[in-house]
């Protein structure tokens, strides 16, 4: 169902499946499990994060939901399930400096020409250049490479096509990474712009994980901080940061919902404290006493309250 029906990616699928195989393990019969039994299920997930409780509850109420509607039971028990309340955690964040950082250790490793500095370096150009997913970047077949119009069409979450624009920078480092990516390829690999000998044919999360960790060691960064995901957070951070439209930048990187993508106004919140500082008529750069507008030097904008899955 949540394959046809809602067109779920495939890491969706993969978690559900996890969640509900995990809760029949323990349970046995989860079709057949009552209101109390899934009780005794949310005490012994008592130790669990937030929203790894928040998931696995959600991932069980959908599924007894879909029992009931398809009329495999006539109720539902997951009332007896825990309702944790979680608060999205604000994005780990990258500065300017890091990021060249990465970049400038990059560069310097694909100056040989080598196929893996050269990979290295188009992976991390996309990767903060146009904010993709690990998922959508590991996956982007051969032919998603822009010639007339620098663009990329990536397939996101649910099968859902957009367009990426791609910066002069990165379809340079695409170019120069597709002369020398392998030619003479069979199998699965031969149709994908990273390939690998793997049973997928492309680069896999994993890999593309440990790749930009080993980077950031060799740049002199903390290797903790990086990741694919932290890099598409910097990229849609420094956009905002440059003026960009919240609603450009949702369709930028995907999102169904413009609640997602507000979680990166935080990190403006110094411009625009700036901002009503200088213009406000109370502000101190308006020509009033200040006092209202010295009170917001202080203020730091709360991380948001329940939110969407983390995207």
């Known amino acids: 169902m949540l394959a046809a029906e809602r067109g779920a990616a495939a890491n969706t699928l993969a978690a559900y499946r996890r969640d509900l195989e995990g809760a029949e393990a323990m349970l046995g019969d989860l079709a057949g499990a009552d209101a109390a039994a899934l009780t005794r299920l949310g005490d012994a997930w008592a130790d669990l994060a937030p929203a ?4 696995k509850c959600s991932a069980l109420r959908q599924f007894f939901g879909f029992l009931v509607d398809e ?5 539902d028990p997951s009332p007896g399930l825990p309702r944790p309340r979680t ?3 604000l994005p780990r964040l990258l500065s300017h400096g890091e990021v060249d950082a990465l970049l400038r250790r990059a560069e310097d ?11 290295m ?7 903060y250049g146009s904010g993709l997913r690990a998922t959508e970047l590991v996956s982007l077949p051969l032919g998603a490479v822009p010639r007339d119009a620098p663009f990329l069409t990536v397939t996101g979450k649910g099968g859902q096509q957009r367009l990426v624009p791609v ?3 990165a379809v340079r480092a695409l170019s120069r990474w597709v002369a020398v990516r392998p030619a003479k390829l069979s199998g699965a690999g031969a149709r994908f712009l990273f390939p690998s000998r793997g049973a997928q044919g492309h680069l896999t999360r994993v890999r593309l994980f440990q790749l930009l ?6 740049a002199g960064l903390a290797p903790e901080k990086v990741s694919p995901h932290v890099l598409r957070h910097a990229f849609a951070t420094h956009l905002l940061e440059g003026g960009a439209d919240l609603r450009v930048l949702q369709t930028l990187l995907g999102h169904a919902d413009i609640a997602t993508t507000q979680i990166y106004t935080h990190v403006d919140s110094a411009r625009l404290i700036a901002l009503v500082n200088a213009r406000h008529p109370l502000g101190p750069g308006s020509g009033g006493d200040g006092g209202h507008g010295e009170t917001l030097q202080n203020c ?7 939110s969407p899955p983390r995207d």
């Open 52 to 55: 790894s409780l928040a998931r």
């Open 300 to 306: 730091r904008p709360d991380s948001l309250a329940e």
């Open 167 to 169: 910066s002069t920078r």
């Open 87 to 89: 608060r999205r955690p």
């Open 121 to 127: 370096l188009a992976l991390l150009e996309l990767l």
């Open 109 to 119: 490793e694909a100056a040989g020409n080598s196929p893996e500095g050269l990979r």
């Open 213 to 218: 960790r080993e980077l950031a060691l060799r």
């Open 71 to 75: 009329g495999v039971r006539s109720d």
